[in-house]
């Protein structure tokens, strides 16, 4: 049975910052207590593979990295997927974008989820091959688990018994 | 001179660029394409048992893992001296077609067919995927996500997991094939190959039904006549996963054809001060400048070169597609004689795509997949390897050297966007020489049909990394050399 809430960790485990989310995904799991009605995944995916992912879904909370280029490394960007528009111009098959896999899939009939929240950390390195995070980036990862917590806490259908 | 750059930036800082330098009289001057590299890779790897690069390097590109997967396999089994049984051979070749069947799927409908279903002047909100569906309607849009879902299960049940498989080892494979299993892939196969008539049927009703976009594909202004490269199996028939590499030149004769673990005699790598990318050309021939023609070592190693390499399909639908293609494009079904127009690499995707829908179903068929014998121990070790497959953008090698306990000393990749290097540019330069004369307003179809030349290379950025935006943002700015003057600007997705 699909559990109607996701934790989608996305990033690369071996390029530094973009390890990120399957930081978070491992200390979630790590900790354990994650709600019947939550599920974590870390995927290394983009685009039309998000799709499988999301199909049936009811809330989502996406963990990834983001340089946005107007924040230190390391602050923690909190947004709805909402405010990404649709790709306009696609240059590679690595440019099916969130928001227009999320059309697509409405348009196609599938159960798409209706809210999605972000939390992207500001990345300081996303071009070296290595398993560790940034100082910066690591430093976030305490302040995110706990938004995450939060976010669970917010959704999830049943009551939480973590104390983070 | 001025100066144009199409500058896609995505989180990545640092990526793909085009640079157009404009002549005051406004014709082209030159053009360089830039792609960024992840840094370290190589160190990444050195001081870790080769069999553990067979999982680490699917993390290089997030579109073409199962490529990564199954090249490094090869050298791998190469650095142990190990030969894979007969059935483990197959469940390669099986995985790597069902991840081809999804790919080429993918490229062909999500990003060719923008260009051709909705047309290369379309306004770029409706030239996406949403606008084919638009077009084509729902039951095309669903079609496309029932291909690619097939495509990952086959990955799945051979290769263990959705997406980054993990089941080739040094001697073959870790999974056996239940009947169960075989079953269900023979059912995916027959449905690829409906999916693959269904795509041939695209091909005839959007594109071949529209004189404009013929002609597209066979103008000078996507052509370039440089060699070709890419793998054949023993009738010289195209081939993903296994063979030797064949070169032909540009008027179609064979240049060399050798073992994979020989490619260090034929290729060698030109570089350029602005870029890090390095630019394989053929030694024997040399590096002439980024110039077309059989004196030129520049090369291309691509969907379309791969049948221009080729004697043909060694299944029957693709075969029969195969001869249209080169009947129609070059008034010989032979294959003898090669095309070159860029943008007819997205036909020979879709006469590829049929293969891999075929060749998934008669693998499935083949009792021998779910045999016991899928795994021979390695009983030594080489110390060297080579492994070559053609990934779906071009070819792909992998190339390790490891000390007597199996600990990787030296990591070597040449993957498809690297290989295709100098034609990407050429192919850049080519199209902006015949879309920008002087007082020529830059416009978003300017633009779109530039980007049309790189597109039909599907290159690979950086590719380790996802994007979580998606988009590629394209700032293109230009400027008047000698002033540094913007004299216009034109974005998009910014």
């Not at chain 1, 599938?110 to 690591?138: K, N, R």
């Not at chain 2, 693998?363 to 990934?391: Q, W």
């Not at chain 2, 390790?400 to 850049?428: F, P, Q």
């Amino acid at each position: 049975m699909l559990k109607p809430i996701l934790i989608l960790c996305l990033g690369n485990e071996i390029v530094s910052d973009d390890g990120f989310g399957v930081e978070i995904a491992r200390r979630l799991t790590d900790v354990g207590n994650i709600p019947e009605s939550v599920e974590v995944v870390f995927a290394p995916i983009a685009g039309f593979a998000l799709l499988d992912l999301l199909a049936g879904r009811a809330k989502v909370l996406i963990v990834d990295t983001i340089r946005t280029g107007n924040a230190a490394p390391g602050t923690l960007h909190k947004f709805a997927a909402g405010v990404l528009t649709p790709s306009k111009n696609l240059t590679t098959s690595h440019q099916i974008s969130l928001p227009t896999a999320l059309e697509f899939g409405r348009q196609l009939g599938l159960d798409m989820p209706d809210d999605i929240d972000v939390i992207a950390v500001e990345a300081e390195d996303l071009e070296t091959v290595s398993e560790q995070l940034t100082p910066s980036v690591q430093a976030a990862v305490d302040q995110a688990i706990r938004f995450v917590w939060d976010w669970i806490s917010r959704n999830a259908t049943e009551e939480i018994t973590h104390a983070n | 001179m001025k100066s144009i750059v199409i500058d896609p930036i995505t989180r990545l800082e640092g990526h793909g660029k085009i640079h157009l330098f404009i002549k005051d009289d406004g014709e082209l001057a030159n053009c360089y394409f830039q792609v960024p590299e992840l840094r370290g890779f190589e160190a990444f790897c050195v001081g870790r048992p080769v069999e553990e690069l067979c999982r680490i390097t699917t993390r290089i590109c997030g579109v073409c893992p199962d490529a990564h997967h199954m090249a490094s396999a090869k050298a791998i089994d190469a650095v142990f001296g190990a030969e894979i049984p007969s059935a483990a051979h197959k469940l390669r070749n099986l995985l790597y077609n069902g991840f081809y069947a999804s790919d080429h799927t993918a490229h062909f409908y999500v990003l060719a067919g923008p260009d051709f279903i909705c047309g290369p002047d379309a306004p770029p909100g409706e030239r996406n995927i949403l606008g084919v569906i638009a077009k084509v309607g729902l039951d095309a849009g669903k079609k496309v996500i029932a291909q690619r879902a097939n495509g990952q299960r086959v990955i799945e049940i051979i290769g263990g997991k959705k997406v980054h498989p993990v089941t080739a080892l040094p001697g073959g494979m870790s999974k056996r094939i239940s009947k169960e299993e075989q079953e269900e892939l023979i059912k995916i196969g027959e449905n690829m190959v409906e999916f693959a008539k269904f795509s041939i049927q695209i091909v005839n009703d959007v594109v071949l039904a529209n004189e404009e976009y013929v002609d597209m594909i066979l103008s000078d202004t996507y052509a370039h006549k440089t060699y070709n490269i890419g793998l054949v199996d023993e009738n010289n028939k195209v081939n993903f996963y296994d063979g030797k590499v064949r070169v032909t030149d540009p008027d179609g004769k064979e240049h060399c054809k050798y073992e994979p673990k020989d490619y260090l005699e034929y290729l060698a790598e030109h570089v350029e001060p602005y870029s890090y990318l390095k630019y394989p050309y053929l030694k024997k021939v040399g590096w002439k400048g980024f110039v077309d023609g059989v004196d030129s070592g520049v090369f291309k190693a691509t969907p379309l070169s791969r049948l221009n390499v080729s004697d043909g399909m060694a299944t029957p639908l693709a075969q029969a597609e195969y001869e249209r293609f080169y009947e129609t494009l070059a008034g010989d079904s032979s294959g003898k004689t090669p095309v070159h127009g860029t943008l007819a690499t997205h036909w020979a995707r879709v006469v590829e795509l049929v293969y891999s829908c075929e060749a998934v179903l008669e693998l499935a068929k083949d009792d021998e997949i779910t045999s016991d014998h899928i795994f021979d121990p390695p009983k030594g070790i080489v110390g060297e390897g080579v492994g070559v497959v053609e990934a779906p953008r071009g070819n792909l090698t992998h190339h390790y050297k490891t000390d007597e306990n199996g600990i990787v000393t030296e990591a070597n990749l040449i993957v498809g966007t690297t290989n295709n290097n100098a034609a990407i540019s050429m192919s850049i330069k080519r199209a902006a020489e015949g879309l920008i004369k002087k007082g020529t307003e830059i416009t978003q179809g300017t633009l779109n049909r530039i980007e049309m030349a790189f597109r039909a290379y599907d290159p690979c950025f950086g590719c380790a990394t996802h994007s979580l935006a998606g988009e590629m943002p394209l700032e293109v700015i230009v400027h008047d050399a000698e002033s540094g003057e913007v004299i216009q600007t034109a974005q998009q997705n910014c």
